[in-house]
Antibody, heavy 123, light 109 residues
Framework: QLQLQESGPGLVKPSETLSLTCTVS??????????WGWIRQPPGKGLEWIGS???????YYNPSLKSRVTISVDTSKNQFSLKLSSVTAADTAVYYCARHFDWLLLEEGTDYWGQGTLVTVSS | SSELTQDPAVSVALGQTVRITCQGDSLRSYYASWYQQKPGQAPVLVIYGKNNRPSGIPDRFSGSSSGNTASLTITGAQAEDEADYYCNSRDSSGNLDLVFGGGTKLTVL
């Protein structure tokens, strides 16, 4: 059974960089069938896609966050990571990592999600 | 703001049928996927594509699409279906970005 697990600091100071890692177990991140993504959810609000990456390193980012986001992949560790720079209180959210299947194909979706990790931006 | 529009809240009597809708220009070109999220839990994929259910999703969940509107229908709603539901698809700008609807809170009465 595929599992995804987010890890990283739960508290980040304003103007600093938020860094999270997602470790994939029970399957290979290098599978040609999938993209891997980050999605966040501010407390009491809806879901927001941050960006996604293919094992080769090809990336897609949300235009509203693109200037501050970097997503990278480490196939040797079966992990992918998120960096979000210059954070403010508005970046406080539960951050999920997830697996997308059939990316850009007709019947795509996101079938596996991590449990989510709350990141609070506060001094 | 979201390019996919959902009603904030919908209610249904136990055992009855409810339709949750998602509107957006991109839905004329792309299917929506639907996610169920219960408090404190990660979202769960319930419908994708034309009308596909992942393994383990009850067949009371179904999906459909017409014009700029995608719909998730629950036929015979159960108490455990009370949750937030989100649609997800591509944006309409041509950049192929993923977008989520604002979510619908389903209450089972």
């Amino acid at each position: 059974q595929l599992q995804l697990q987010e890890s990283g600091p739960g508290l980040v100071k304003p103007s600093e960089t938020l860094s999270l890692t997602c470790t994939v177990s029970g399957g290979s991140i290098s599978s040609s069938s999938y993209y891997w993504g980050w999605i966040r959810q501010p407390p009491g609000k809806g879901l927001e896609w941050i960006g996604s990456i293919y094992y080769s390193g090809s990336t897609y980012y949300n235009p509203s966050l693109k200037s501050r986001v970097t997503i990278s992949v480490d196939t040797s560790k079966n992990q992918f990571s998120l960096k979000l720079s210059s954070v403010t209180a508005a970046d406080t959210a539960v951050y999920y990592c997830a697996r997308h299947f059939d990316w850009l194909l007709l019947e795509e979706g996101t079938d596996y999600w991590g449990q989510g990790t709350l990141v609070t931006v506060s001094s | 703001s979201s390019e996919l529009t959902q009603d904030p809240a919908v209610s249904v009597a136990l055992g009855q049928t409810v339709r949750i809708t998602c509107q957006g220009d991109s839905l004329r070109s792309y299917y929506a996927s639907w996610y169920q999220q219960k408090p404190g839990q990660a979202p769960v994929l319930v419908i994708y594509g034309k009308n596909n259910r992942p393994s383990g999703i009850p067949d009371r969940f179904s999906g459909s699409s017409s014009g700029n509107t995608a719909s998730l229908t629950i036929t015979g709603a159960q108490a455990e279906d009370e949750a937030d539901y989100y649609c997800n698809s591509r944006d309409s700008s041509g950049n192929l970005d993923l977008v989520f609807g604002g979510g619908t809170k389903l209450t089972v009465l």
